[in-house]
């Protein structure tokens, strides 16, 4: 087989790239390790910056997003009973989308079934051979037989345990990471939101957070150890905790019910450079990862696949390569950024084990100079809606 770009990796970031290609008549393979249905299961944040909007309208798959997605102009930031707003129309003028990652993912799914798109599920033993050369190729086996793809780029979407960072000598890759010392326990169930926009919640007991994906189910989560499991926690262990984590308002009118998925999440903040090598290409996960505090994970892999996409529609079409040598450096400068605004907001909202009264003392008054600052509120409002491509 041969195809123009080859694309390791069948979550939203390589459908999205797939998607965008084959709009301007490029040819694409994607591989993808599992099914289709296990990539649907897995459950995700919903929160999409414009950017990742306009991408996906730009892909030509935004119609059920545009129609069932809530618009959010803000989110509430809580300490105890103090809550405050920070208001994004007013300091930005661009709301957040609130859509499901999985929503997306099918969509994107369902675009590259309509168009033909070639996929190629449960893959094993994905090897990317001569990357640094102008003929890559790519070897897998399927259902136990090997088979090679020739192709003029690979684009490695394939998560932070996949191969393609892996095929980056240790001699030109470096890494940067930070592991939090907690967890979050998220639950999903079929309940009405406590509010009608994200809470983000600091307390002596720890953070929580209240999101939403529509009307009648919520997503909830709470910060824990990481040698907890999901079955240390009952459902009604967890609304307790989560009732004594948020103020007391939103405490008394939150309606609660069995949980349809429970699960723990580490907390890490990960990235390595570069981000390209030869004609192999880092995209999202494979490349960094952000604690979810922020928001950043999906939309931060929309921005590289943005970068990306044009540098190899410039590249084929064009004949000229400046947007696909400039990809890493373009990428990590938003990457960067986007690792900041995560720490920065993991930090000023957890309890770390290691703090002392000094430490608790500096975040609570981090938290008095953002509720009364409206330079603070809008430098949070701007990182949180999206900074430019």
């Not at 993912?105 to 033909?116: Q, S």
């Not at 609570?364 to 009364?372: H, I, K, M, P």
Request: proline letters at 4%.
């Amino acid at each position: 087989m041969r195809t123009q770009v080859l694309i390791i990796g069948g979550g939203p970031s390589g459908l999205l790239l797939a998607q965008l290609l084959d709009r301007k008549g490029i040819d694409t393979i994607v591989l993808e390790r599992k099914t289709r249905s296990y990539v649907l299961g897995r459950i995700r944040a919903g929160i999409l910056e414009q950017g990742m909007v306009k991408l996906m309208r730009k892909a030509g798959v935004s119609e059920r997003m545009d129609r069932e997605s809530y618009v959010h102009d803000g989110t509430v930031i809580a300490c105890g009973d103090e809550q405050f707003r920070i208001d994004f129309t007013k300091h930005t003028g661009t709301p957040v989308v609130v859509y499901g990652q999985t929503e997306l993912t099918c969509d994107l799914y369902d675009a590259r079934e309509a168009a033909d798109g070639e996929i190629i599920y449960e893959v094993e033993h994905v090897e990317i051979n001569d990357a640094k050369s102008d003929r890559p190729y790519v070897t897998f086996q399927k259902d136990g037989i090997a088979q090679r793809i020739d192709c003029d780029y690979v684009a490695g979407c394939d998560g932070f345990h996949g191969v393609s960072r892996q095929t980056i000598p240790l001699t030109v890759r470096k890494e940067y990471e930070k592991v939090y010392p907690f967890g979050w326990l998220g639950i999903l169930s079929e309940t009405p939101p406590v509010h009608h926009e994200l809470i983000y919640s600091s307390s002596e007991r720890g953070f929580a957070l209240c999101s939403m994906r529509n009307d009648n189910l919520s997503r909830y989560y709470i910060q824990c150890s990481l040698s907890d499991r999901p079955d240390d926690w009952s459902d009604q262990l967890f609304w307790d905790e989560l009732k004594r984590r948020i103020p007391s308002d939103y405490a008394d009118k939150l309606v609660t019910g069995p949980s349809i998925e429970k699960s723990i999440a580490p907390l890490r903040s990960f990235v390595t450079e570069p981000m390209r090598w030869g004609r192999l290409f880092l995209c999202g996960d494979a490349a960094h990862i952000v604690p979810p505090t922020g928001a950043k994970g999906l939309n931060t892999a929309a921005s590289d696949i943005h970068y990306l996409y044009h540098g190899l529609v410039q590249a084929i079409h064009d004949n000229n390569n400046e947007g696909i040598d400039r990809y890493s450096e373009r990428a990590l400068a938003r990457v960067w950024k986007a690792e900041r605004f995560s720490w920065w907001m993991t930090s000023l909202l957890h309890r770390f084990p290691e703090q002392n009264a000094f430490d608790l003392k500096m975040q609570s008054a981090e938290l008095a100079f953002l509720q009364s600052n409206n330079e603070a509120q809008s430098a949070l409002a701007q990182n949180y809606v999206g900074l430019p491509y």
